[in-house]
């Protein structure tokens, strides 16, 4: 009975698309019992994409991210990161304020500091998916012109 019960739940997560969860169901999954990660240094860009970089860790590997120091581009509307070996991260996550403590470069005004929080949830990186995603980002205002500038507050990880 309990036989039944795991293929019933392995065929149910692969229709639902989930390789998270069939890898917890079925042994040697898709996804890695423990998610490869980075831990970035630099995050600086626009409203609409952001160059990172410094990123190290278990992720930091061909199949992954890239050879450290790996380093890529964020599209914030699709929420999706080109790493430089042409891999992809997809992520999911939400925004909080906190309070704003960000020093502005010159030029710019204090505009909000919010904290990031969310995981990997696709994407051809595939060792990636899972990963916590965690940190804090500043946004600024350009004085004249009121351009958006993105940057993150310590390192952030992915």
Avoid at 109 to 131: D, H, I, P, Q
């Amino acid at each position: 009975m309990r036989h039944h019960l795991f293929t019933r739940l392995a065929v149910c997560a692969a229709v639902a698309g989930s390789a998270s969860l069939a890898a917890a169901v079925v042994p040697g999954g898709i996804a890695s019992a423990t998610p490869l990660s980075v831990t970035c240094t630099t995050m600086s860009g626009t409203a609409t994409t952001q160059a990172i970089s410094g990123c190290t860790g278990t992720g930091a590997i061909a199949a992954d991210a890239g050879t450290a120091p790996a380093k890529g581009t964020q599209t914030t509307s699709t929420k999706t990161i080109k790493w430089s070996n042409a891999k992809t991260s997809v992520l999911t996550y939400t925004y909080k304020s906190v309070t704003n403590n960000c020093v502005a470069p010159a030029g710019y005004s204090k505009f909000l500091k919010e904290s990031e929080s969310g995981k990997v949830s696709g994407g051809t990186a595939t060792g990636m998916v899972g990963s916590l995603v965690t940190g804090s980002v500043c946004v600024f205002k350009k004085t004249v012109g009121g351009t958006i500038l993105v940057k993150n507050q310590g390192t952030f990880k992915i």
